[in-house]
């Protein structure tokens, strides 16, 4: 009785199958014995796998790859696919047994997309099928060729969607690659390819964090109002916290790959040879806007910013496809050759075009700086003030403002104010900036130890002791201790 009712749902699922859109035409098989057949196949490779048998687990594997691929998609996926298949491939001596699992694994992730689009992409797969490549037949240079230009037809497929630990490899065998043929151009098409990428997937996690901040915002006043009951806030705060945390996660992850692949890019392209290779195809890409931008991106990453290379390149697309990014680099350029006005123009353009609160925190920070230079230290502050907004913990910005305070001598001075009182307050804006980045402790501290405080004499004439509260006036007007 048993048997049959297994049958019964068995034909239910296979004959209902063909009526769904799975790519095999079915889902546990093309007939009812084989889709018995495909059900236990799976529970006898679940029982051996979640045992770490993967021995006994590999052929009941290959038997539901063979009879019923669209049944499970967890067999394609890397927690199954990758570690039954590493633990056979390091575990055996037999040169033709590893050689199979090899070619099981890279078929696996390759061929996956085939049987479940929905959870896996083409570009993804080859990505992988590349990465494994590496992995088992790197010795080989012509499969080394092979799996790179794998990687690049993969991350054109994926984009800002390709993994950071397909990044991290791809960038490597690049390495490899120039320095065996040595070949700087390699290098170079890497970088603006991994540059453009990378940032346009950590832009895409940050505008996922900013559209969270109204439903935040809308929660918390819901709660205020009465209008949810704690149990539901606490549960819905909670999901939020949690979409944000995961997003942030993936951020740092792709700023980590990033960084690691600007290290090992600076020694390869000084600033004289990205002037060298791009000055020789200025004429002939002059029209070619979008591989401008990647090489405007690469000389600004590697302080070629003076460079007259730069300068037409930045001209040209400026002109061409006005943007956040080209405004930006304008304010820079601009910057560094005294036209203060134009570039404070520059970086509020920027602004105004840049999506993400991240991407304004720069060209805030760098209308502070020019502020500052033209000696507009209430304006200065201001601007460095909109950067905490956006960024509460920018240790520049807070140092900014106490380096804004610590010049202060020739402005504040006279009336009943104490001699350098000014220096408390700039004392407290590094101390405060130490507080959220520990990274400038060591900048504050020389910072810190040129400044002067009032005199004790000073502080018993005007009636003060150490911790009473005292206000600071001219511009700065605020508030600090006497200490």
């Known amino acids: 009785m048993k048997k049959f009712m297994l049958f019964a749902i068995v034909m239910c699922f296979t004959f209902g199958s063909f009526a769904q859109p799975f790519p095999c035409g079915f889902q546990y098989g093309k007939t009812a014995k084989d889709s018995l057949d495909c059900l236990e196949q799976v529970s006898l ?15 009941h594997w290959k038997k539901i790859v063979e009879i019923c691929p669209c049944s499970w998609n967890a067999i394609f996926n890397t927690t199954y696919l990758s570690n039954m298949l590493d633990a056979l491939i390091n575990a055996t001596e037999d040169e033709g047994l590893k050689n199979q699992y090899i070619d099981d694994l890279l078929n696996g992730v390759g061929n996956r997309h085939r049987y479940f689009p929905k959870q896996f992409t083409e570009g993804n797969g080859l990505g992988f099928k590349a990465f494994y490549m590496i992995r088992y037949k790197g010795k080989n240079t012509e499969d080394v060729m092979k799996a790179f230009d794998m990687f690049i037809e993969s991350i054109e497929m994926e984009k800002e969607k390709t993994q950071p630990n397909i990044w991290d490899i791809y960038f490597r065998i690049a390495e490899q690659i120039a320095r065996a043929k040595q070949d700087t151009t390699i290098m170079i098409d890497a970088y603006e390819r991994a540059t453009e990428y990378i940032e346009m997937a950590i832009n895409n996690y940050y505008k996922d964090i900013d559209k969270q901040i109204p439903n935040f915002e809308n929660l918390e006043e819901a709660f205020e109002k009465g209008q949810i009951e704690k149990a539901d806030y606490e549960n819905r705060k909670l999901r939020l916290v949690q979409d944000t945390a995961r997003s942030m996660q993936f951020i740092n992850n792709y ?4 960084r690691n692949i600007e290290n090992t890019f600076i020694p390869f392209a000084p600033c004289p040879v990205l002037e060298q290779v791009y000055g020789n195809k200025l004429e002939q890409n002059r029209n070619d806007v979008t591989a401008l931008k990647k090489r405007l991106t690469t000389m600004s990453k590697g302080n070629c910013t003076n460079s007259t290379v730069f300068a037409d390149m930045l001209n040209i697309v400026h002109q061409a496809e006005p943007s956040a990014q080209t405004a930006n680099l304008m304010g820079y350029y601009s910057l560094n050759h005294g036209n203060y006005d134009a570039a404070l123009e520059f970086f509020k353009e920027a602004i105004e075009l840049f999506e993400t609160n991240e991407q304004k925190v720069d060209p805030w920070y760098m209308i502070a700086l020019v502020q500052q230079i033209k000696g507009n230290y209430s304006e200065s502050r201001s601007a460095a003030l909109q950067v905490l907004k956006m960024k509460p913990n920018s240790g520049k910005a807070y140092m900014l403002i106490g380096d804004l305070y610590a010049a202060s001598g020739n402005r504040c001075g006279g009336d009943n104010s104490m001699p350098l009182d ?29 400044l002067s405080f009032p005199s004790t004499q000073d502080k018993f004439q005007r009636g003060f002791k150490d911790g009473d509260e005292y206000r600071v006036g001219c511009w700065i007007q605020e508030t600090t201790s006497v200490r």
């Open 45 to 59: 490779f679940k029982t051996f796998y979640d045992q770490k048998n993967y021995k006994d687990a590999y052929p």
């Open 255 to 258: 700023e980590k790959t990033l």
């Open 422 to 450: 000014y220096n408390w307050a700039a004392a407290d804006k590094y101390a405060r900036a130490v507080a959220v980045d520990p990274s400038v402790a060591d900048q504050v501290r020389e910072k810190r130890s040129k």
